[in-house]
Each structure stands twice: as structure tokens, then as C-alpha cells.
């Protein structure tokens, strides 16, 4: 179940694009759908634990709970940010970077072993996901630094939330999953306030609560149960899948075909996991 949940994370994250391209093109994108987007989960989850009376955090886990809400907040919002500002090329391939960053931190703070398995698979996810994004095209050297940064720092929070998910074993899926909504609706509102409000959008208002509830909060939840309860090392080689989702649903909703250096990619970036998995099972 960690495993087909993780994926079917994977997949919501990597059909994004396609809804934040929709409200994009009906003039309503950038910081201030960020915020309504999770001030809608967030304020929906708060208001549905405490009818159910399960709000029950103990003192010291307060602590996990700030940096889940820190961590996840900035992955998201950085990573939509840097998709409004920026190349979707650039902006994924240094996020997938952070298969790297995760087994690092997991062997630093959590000390999970490596092994050689984790290894080569963590090398075939990381090429893999190279030549799927580069998509044999070269990389625009006047790209901003500021989405650059945006990306690349959303990769490297995202991994550290991953440790930080698995060491806070006593907080409940929902608890987790609320701080990372929260946090993303405080950062969010944090870079709306200094950008204008759209002029004149053309979309059915009921839209956005109808995506916060049913696609990103389902998307959240489901990553969040599966990295709670698998190593990072197999957690690190299974999000890139969304990468591969991600030129599928592009091919198929926007006609972009894949080159064959994508579908090379793909089939890294699945060799990857099965390569870990199969240690996992093997219990090395």
C-alpha cells in the first residue's frame, strides 16, 4: 500500500501542469492562486479534524510539525512558482535532484544504509530523469536565477521533508499532511501580498476549492503516507515516476510526442525502482 499509494501520488503531481496551465490561460495564476489553493485544504482539514475530535498533538511533537509545515510549504509553493516564472525543463530537472539529496539526509540524520543497490539505482533515477526533461533540447543559458533558485530549493526542501515525515513516526497521516498545508498557505499569502491581484479572470470560481480538495490534497496525502512509511532511499527512486506520468499526460492533452530520449529516460527511471525495490525486498 505505501508503494501503489507513493505512485499514485506521483501521477497527480505529475498531470500539475495541465490545471495550473488551465488557470493560467483564464488569468488567474501566480501567488495568489497558491494561496487560495491551500488556505481551502487547510481551512477544509482543520475545520473536519476537529468535528472528528482528532487534534490530539502532544507537546514535543510540536516541534516536527514546524518544520514539516516549513519544509513542505516552501517544496510547493517554490515548486508552482518556479513553474509560473520559469522553463518547465529547468525548473524539473533541478528539482529531481532531490533523489540525491534524500539519500544523503537519510544516511546523515536517519542512518539508513545506502548500499549498493541504492546507489546504482539513485544514478539510473537521476539520468534518467535528465534526459526525460532535457528532452535532447539545450538548456537556455540566460534563464533567471531567481527560478532557478526557486526550483533547486524546492528539490532540497522536499528531501528534507522527507526525513523529517519519516523520524515524526507519533504524528497521525492527517496531522502531517494539515502543517504541510498550512505552511503553504502562510508562505503563499507571504509572496501574495506583494503581487497585484488578477484583473478580470475568466473561470467559474468554484473550481478552485473543487482542485485544492480533490487534487492536490489527495496528491499531498498520498505522498505523505507512502514517504512516512518507506526508507528514503526507495521513496527517493519512486516520485521521479511522476516525471514520466508528466510527458505521458503531455503527449496526450497537449499532443507534445516523446522523443526517443524520453522514453530512454522512462525506462532509467523504472529500471531505478525496480532495482530498489527489489533490494528492499531482499532486505538490503
Same mark, same amino acid.
Given at each position: 500500500?505505501?508503494?501503489?499509494?507513493?505512485?499514485?501520488?506521483?501521477?497527480?503531481?505529475?498531470?500539475?501542469?495541465?490545471?495550473?496551465?488551465?488557470?493560467?490561460?483564464?488569468?488567474?495564476?501566480?501567488?495568489?492562486?497558491?494561496?487560495?489553493?491551500?488556505?481551502?485544504?487547510?481551512?477544509?482539514?482543520?475545520?473536519?479534524?476537529?468535528?472528528?475530535?482528532?487534534?490530539?498533538?502532544?507537546?514535543?511533537?510540536?516541534?516536527?510539525?514546524?518544520?514539516?509545515?516549513?519544509?513542505?510549504?516552501?517544496?510547493?509553493?517554490?515548486?508552482?512558482?518556479?513553474?509560473?516564472?520559469?522553463?518547465?525543463?529547468?525548473?524539473?530537472?533541478?528539482?529531481?535532484?532531490?533523489?540525491?539529496?534524500?539519500?544523503?539526509?537519510?544516511?546523515?540524520?536517519?542512518?539508513?544504509? !545506502?548500499?549498493?543497490?541504492?546507489?546504482?539505482? @539513485?544514478? &539510473? /533515477?537521476?539520468?534518467? +530523469? #535528465?534526459?526525460? $526533461?532535457? =528532452?535532447?533540447?539545450?538548456?537556455?543559458?540566460?534563464?533567471?536565477?531567481?527560478?532557478?533558485?526557486?526550483?533547486?530549493?524546492?528539490?532540497?526542501?522536499?528531501?528534507?521533508?522527507?526525513?523529517?515525515?519519516?523520524?515524526?513516526?507519533?504524528?497521525?497521516?492527517?496531522?502531517?499532511?494539515?502543517?504541510?498545508?498550512?505552511?503553504?498557505?502562510?508562505?503563499?499569502?507571504?509572496?501574495?501580498?506583494?503581487?497585484?491581484?488578477?484583473?478580470?479572470?475568466?473561470?467559474?470560481?468554484?473550481? !478552485?476549492?473543487?482542485?485544492?480538495?480533490?487534487? @492536490?490534497? &489527495? /496528491?499531498?496525502?498520498? +505522498? #505523505?503516507?507512502? $514517504?512516512? =512509511?518507506?526508507?528514503?532511499?526507495?521513496?527517493?527512486?519512486?516520485?521521479?515516476?511522476?516525471?514520466?506520468?508528466?510527458?505521458?499526460?503531455?503527449?496526450?492533452?497537449?499532443?507534445?510526442?516523446?522523443?526517443?530520449?524520453?522514453?530512454?529516460?522512462?525506462?532509467?527511471?523504472?529500471?531505478?525502482?525496480?532495482?530498489?525495490?527489489?533490494?528492499?525486498?531482499?532486505?538490503?
Amino acid at each position: 500500500m505505501p508503494v501503489l499509494s507513493l505512485i499514485v501520488g506521483a501521477a497527480l503531481w505529475g498531470t500539475y501542469w495541465w490545471p495550473l496551465r488551465f488557470f493560467s490561460e483564464q488569468g488567474f495564476g501566480g501567488p495568489w492562486l497558491i494561496a487560495l489553493i491551500y488556505l481551502f485544504l487547510a481551512g477544509a482539514g482543520t475545520l473536519l479534524l476537529r468535528r472528528r475530535g482528532t487534534v490530539k498533538i502532544a507537546r514535543h511533537d510540536w516541534r516536527s510539525l514546524a518544520l514539516i509545515a516549513l519544509l513542505g510549504g516552501w517544496t510547493n509553493v517554490a515548486f508552482m512558482l518556479a513553474l509560473f516564472q520559469g522553463q518547465v525543463v529547468l525548473v524539473l530537472l533541478l528539482f529531481y535532484l532531490s533523489p540525491v539529496w534524500a539519500v544523503i539526509f537519510a544516511r546523515v540524520f536517519l542512518r539508513e544504509t !545506502i548500499g549498493w543497490r541504492g546507489a546504482i539505482a @539513485v544514478a &539510473l /533515477a537521476c539520468s534518467g +530523469t #535528465v534526459l526525460v $526533461v532535457l =528532452r535532447g533540447q539545450h538548456m537556455d543559458q540566460g534563464e533567471d536565477l531567481l527560478t532557478m533558485f526557486l526550483a533547486a530549493s524546492s528539490g532540497l526542501a522536499f528531501a528534507l521533508s522527507n526525513v523529517v515525515l519519516r523520524s515524526a513516526n507519533r504524528l497521525s497521516d492527517a496531522a502531517r499532511s494539515l502543517a504541510i498545508w498550512w505552511g503553504c498557505a502562510g508562505i503563499g499569502l507571504v509572496f501574495a501580498v506583494f503581487a497585484p491581484w488578477p484583473q478580470h479572470p475568466q473561470w467559474p470560481a468554484f473550481l !478552485i476549492p473543487v482542485f485544492a480538495w480533490f487534487w @492536490v490534497g &489527495l /496528491a499531498t496525502a498520498s +505522498t #505523505v503516507y507512502g $514517504v512516512s =512509511r518507506l526508507p528514503i532511499r526507495v521513496s527517493a527512486v519512486i516520485m521521479p515516476i511522476e516525471v514520466i506520468v508528466g510527458a505521458v499526460s503531455a503527449w496526450i492533452l497537449a499532443k507534445e510526442a516523446m522523443s526517443s530520449m524520453e522514453i530512454l529516460g522512462a525506462v532509467l527511471i523504472l529500471s531505478a525502482s525496480f532495482v530498489q525495490l527489489v533490494g528492499q525486498k531482499a532486505g538490503e
